[in-house]
């Protein structure tokens, strides 16, 4: 049965990032090295929470634990024992700690566990009682009370053992079985402890004792940034093995599929713990992430809409350096006299030091909708060059803001630049109306006051706002049942047809300058 339960902190996505990167980067590792081996990946899998941080596994057993700390190392007696305890009862072969470049992780493990395991076998050693059978001047302390085994405890306390132990039964039969059986157990685990160290000491006889359980893992890292860049260096030399003809594979794309690894392990999180769709384990074969990796995006690019959010910065990043190399003296920005005056060079730099989702949100506020229709339907190099770069290049006043909009603000009316090259004014409506739907985040409708196009002009450009809902859903579920003779009149305000006025680049330029 084993003494410590599994458990879960996630709650979120958000809470789980960090280790979620760490957890990739190491599934990168090893299947860079199993394949360097040329062995099958079919027997791995990593399991998310649980045990631990994250887990490795071959042929369904645990090959190590890993534990991950972002900033200061705290742990305490219990922390440690619990962290040995683990790897005994789940027959691992190691447990690792990802810390930060300057941190370590204590040398006493062992030392620690020894004397918690000592402290519980004190602790079964007492009477087991009921509250009832306890005098007023009796301290529950010296005594297991069988009221106590459900209640939330913490971590390796004498209660949340027991728990496990009787999957939550506290009735005195069920209890003082499962203690001689925690006894049993505990003794094991001190003979595992003594076993492992004795054949580690014997070849390592010099090395520190903790060692035969717990290590630091090699390479460090202080942010997520760090690990991603590792993690695409990974995906590099992965790809350089098994692939060596896709000459494309460069940083960004590899980029791109790290992402996808990340996606995958975001969608797993989601599922299992946030949504509480959870079946025994939440674990991911490691060829999922290498089918993630080999797949040959650019012969399916319209079934991946993610592909096409990665097409279009991408896009961007190869205009900007044609524009460069055409119309500045310099090709090294850094090395430009006019780096720190360059709006274009700034608003880029902005760009790229984003989250990926900040990223993809510009596009989305760029195209005015998701990229989902036909590769063939994204914009033009020309389009981007005109429309973006030029006019970041020439007009200082347009910004890169906190929503992922580039913007500009003259006498209190708010531009937003988009790459909509449509010729007609009812194809962009249906474009806008289209966006505005598949959008929670309905800024266009409540901040926009001209939009800036490739072609169109017009001072009294309307959305029909009857076939767009400005409150969600949820919102409108919430007002439906209020008695107000206004509520019609609240909704319909919401619906109201939004006058914009369109103006083009050159007209823009005019403007803003």
């Known amino acids: 049965?084993?003494?410590?339960?599994?458990?879960?902190?996630?709650?979120?996505?958000?809470?789980?990032?960090?280790?979620?990167?760490?957890?990739?980067?190491?599934?990168?590792?090893?299947?860079?090295?199993?394949?360097?081996?040329?062995?099958t990946l079919d027997d791995y899998e990593v399991q998310i929470e649980g045990e631990e941080d994250f887990a490795l596994l071959k042929n369904g057993q645990y090959k190590?634990?890993?534990?991950?700390?972002?900033?200061?190392?705290?742990?305490d007696d219990k922390d440690k024992f619990v962290f040995i305890a683990e790897i005994i009862q789940n027959d691992a072969e190691m447990g690792y700690f990802h810390v930060n470049s300057n941190k370590h992780i204590p040398s006493d493990f062992l030392e620690k566990a020894y004397?918690?395991?000592?402290?519980?076998?004190?602790?079964?050693?007492?009477?087991?009682?009921?509250?009832?059978?306890?005098?007023?001047?009796?301290n529950p302390d010296d005594y297991i009370v069988l009221e106590s085994v459900t209640a939330n405890t913490a971590k390796a306390s004498k209660y949340s053992i027991i728990k496990y132990n009787t999957r939550g039964k506290?009735?005195?039969?069920?209890?003082?079985?499962?203690?001689?059986?925690?006894?049993?157990?505990l003794q094991q685990h001190v003979n595992e402890i003594e076993n492992r160290k004795h054949i580690y000491l014997s070849a390592n006889p010099d090395g520190v004792e903790d060692r035969c359980f717990v290590e630091e893992w090699p390479i460090k890292f202080d942010d997520i940034k760090e690990v991603k860049k590792q993690g695409v260096q990974l995906i590099k030399d992965i790809l350089a093995?098994?692939?060596?003809?896709?000459?494309?594979?460069?940083?960004?794309?590899?980029?791109?599929?790290?992402?996808?690894?990340?996606?995958?392990?975001?969608?797993?999180?989601?599922?299992?713990f946030v949504q509480k769709n959870k079946n025994d384990r939440?674990?991911?074969s490691f060829s999922e992430f290498y089918g993630l990796i080999v797949k040959e995006y650019y012969s399916n690019y319209d079934d991946n809409k993610e592909f096409k959010y990665f097409l279009v910065l991408n896009k961007i990043d190869e205009v900007f350096i044609k524009f460069r190399e055409n119309n500045c003296n310099q090709n090294n920005c850094e090395q430009c006299a006019n780096a720190e005056t360059c709006n274009l060079l700034k608003q880029l730099t902005e760009l790229s030091g984003r989250e990926i989702e900040e990223q993809h949100s510009l596009v989305f506020n760029l195209l005015l909708q998701e990229p989902t229709e036909s590769i063939n339907n994204l914009p033009s190099d020309e389009t981007i060059e005109t429309q973006l770069v030029e006019l970041l290049k020439?007009?200082?006043?347009?910004?890169?803001?906190?929503?992922?909009?580039?913007?500009?603000?003259?006498?209190?009316?708010?531009?937003?630049?988009?790459?909509?090259?449509?010729?007609?004014?009812?194809?962009?409506?249906e474009k806008i109306q289209k966006g505005i739907r598949e959008n929670p985040d309905k800024s266009f409708l409540y901040e926009c006051d001209t939009l800036i196009t490739g072609r169109l002009n017009d001072e009294t450009f309307k959305i029909d706002g009857s076939n767009v809902?400005?409150?969600?859903?949820?919102?409108?579920?919430?007002?439906?049942?209020?008695?107000?003779?206004?509520?019609?009149?609240?909704?319909?305000?919401?619906?109201?047809p939004k006058i914009i006025r369109l103006v083009d680049a050159e007209q823009a330029k005019e403007e803003l300058l």
């Not at 958000?14 to 599934?27: F, P």
Request: glycine fraction near 4%.
């Open 1 to 39: 049965m084993g003494l410590i339960a599994p458990i879960s902190a996630i709650y979120s996505w958000e809470g789980y990032k960090y280790q979620g990167n760490i957890a990739l980067y190491v599934t990168l590792s090893y299947i860079k090295d199993i394949l360097s081996k040329q062995e």
């Open 64 to 75: 190590s634990l890993h534990q991950v700390k972002l900033g200061a190392v705290n742990l």
């Open 115 to 138: 004397s918690v395991i000592s402290d519980l076998n004190i602790e079964f050693q007492k009477d087991v009682v009921s509250k009832g059978d306890l005098n007023a001047s009796d």
């Open 170 to 185: 506290k009735d005195r039969n069920s209890v003082e079985n499962a203690i001689e059986s925690i006894r049993n157990e």
């Open 241 to 272: 093995m098994v692939h060596p003809e896709w000459t494309y594979a460069d940083d960004k794309y590899c980029g791109f599929l790290y992402e996808q690894g990340l996606g995958l392990i975001e969608q797993y999180v989601t599922d299992f």
């Open 282 to 284: 939440c674990i991911i």
């Open 394 to 429: 020439d007009l200082s006043v347009l910004t890169l803001n906190e929503k992922n909009i580039i913007t500009a603000s003259l006498n209190k009316e708010f531009y937003w630049l988009s790459l909509d090259d449509s010729r007609k004014k009812e194809k962009l409506r």
């Open 469 to 496: 809902n400005i409150l969600e859903r949820n919102q409108l579920e919430e007002i439906r049942h209020i008695v107000s003779s206004n509520i019609e009149d609240e909704k319909a305000d919401c619906n109201k």
